[in-house]
């Protein structure tokens, strides 16, 4: 996790409205995919564990109760606060997953997205663990990361030769997943998937159109080709 430090505070902020299209769509996604599949509602108590620039947090305080924000990257939090500036609803706390002080079955919703393949796998049994302990019964925990069995491997050598974002083959990317992979980890601490598909398939490469449809065709390939998603998604839920 100290190789993300290396990342500027804004560099999400700056992906959306600054990047190129391909780099762009490839975030703005990640918030749809919320408004899609994860639903969060006006009495919901949301954590998500590594915000970054608040892309997606800022939006979600927008409809939740209250909204806790965690990142290792003290200049990623004052970037978020920044962007939050008038939300009375939002919280933040700076840290490494070992770190994280969560309150015991308070959160509705855990939502860590691109954030898993950062950890070693000591890591990510910490995070499994506090966010099951952190959650309410009946509380649902949704991850995002790339899919090794997808053609991202190549997007990943691609992206790192020609400087399109910062390095990421073997030098962020700790541990490596598949969908199957994730859901038994997940099993293993007692969750229980609910829903899982991926994302990121075509739409990227065509974010040069119109916002409408790259939109269609993001909701597309979660609900048709999802398999085939460069990125993948797994909802799963403490039981009540």
């Given at each position: 996790?100290?190789?993300?430090?290396?990342?500027?505070?804004?560099?999400?902020?700056?992906?959306?409205?600054?990047?190129?299209?391909?780099q762009?769509?490839?975030?703005?996604?990640?918030?749809?995919?919320?408004?899609?599949?994860?639903?969060?509602?006006?009495?919901d108590?949301?954590?998500?564990?590594?915000?970054?620039?608040?892309?997606?947090?800022?939006?979600?305080?927008?409809?939740?109760?209250?909204?806790?924000?965690?990142?290792?990257?003290?200049?990623?939090?004052?970037?978020?606060?920044?962007?939050?500036?008038?939300?009375?609803?939002?919280?933040?706390?700076v840290?490494?997953?070992?770190?994280?002080?969560?309150?015991?079955?308070?959160?509705?919703?855990?939502?860590?997205?691109?954030?898993?393949?950062?950890?070693?796998?000591?890591?990510?049994?910490?995070?499994?663990?506090?966010?099951?302990?952190?959650?309410?019964?009946?509380?649902?925990?949704l991850?995002?990361t790339?899919?090794?069995s997808?053609?991202?491997?190549?997007?990943?050598?691609?992206?790192?030769?020609l400087?399109?974002?910062?390095?990421?083959?073997?030098?962020?990317?700790?541990?490596?997943?598949n969908?199957k992979?994730?859901k038994?980890?997940?099993?293993?601490?007692?969750?229980h998937?609910?829903?899982?598909?991926?994302?990121?398939?075509?739409?990227?490469?065509?974010?040069?159109?119109?916002?409408?449809?790259?939109?269609s065709?993001?909701?597309?390939?979660?609900?048709?080709?999802?398999?085939?998603?460069?990125?993948?998604?797994?909802?799963?839920?403490?039981?009540?």
């Open positions: 996790m100290k190789k993300y430090l290396g990342i500027s505070g804004d560099y999400q902020y700056r992906a959306i409205h600054e990047g190129i299209f391909i762009r769509v490839w975030h703005l996604n990640k918030i749809y995919l919320v408004d899609e599949k994860f639903d969060v509602k006006s009495n108590i949301v954590l998500e564990v590594g915000c970054g620039s608040s892309n997606l947090l800022s939006k979600m305080a927008k409809r939740a109760l209250l909204v806790t924000g965690v990142d290792i990257s003290q200049a990623s939090i004052d970037f978020a606060k920044q962007q939050c500036l008038g939300s009375n609803n939002v919280n933040f706390q840290g490494s997953i070992s770190e994280m002080e969560l309150p015991d079955s308070y959160y509705s919703k855990v939502v860590c997205q691109e954030v898993i393949e950062h950890l070693f796998e000591g890591q990510i049994d910490q995070l499994m663990s506090k966010s099951y302990k952190a959650l309410k019964p009946g509380g649902q925990f991850i995002t790339p899919n090794y997808s053609l991202w491997p190549l997007i990943e050598d691609v992206m790192d030769k400087k399109l974002s910062p390095p990421m083959a073997d030098h962020q990317h700790d541990t490596k997943f969908m992979k994730l038994n980890w997940l099993t293993s601490f007692q969750f998937v609910i829903d899982s598909g991926g994302f990121n398939t075509f739409a990227p490469w065509v974010g040069f159109l119109s916002e409408k449809i790259v939109k065709l993001n909701n597309f390939e979660l609900n048709h080709i999802s398999a085939l998603g460069n990125l993948f998604y797994v909802i799963a839920r403490k039981p009540s």
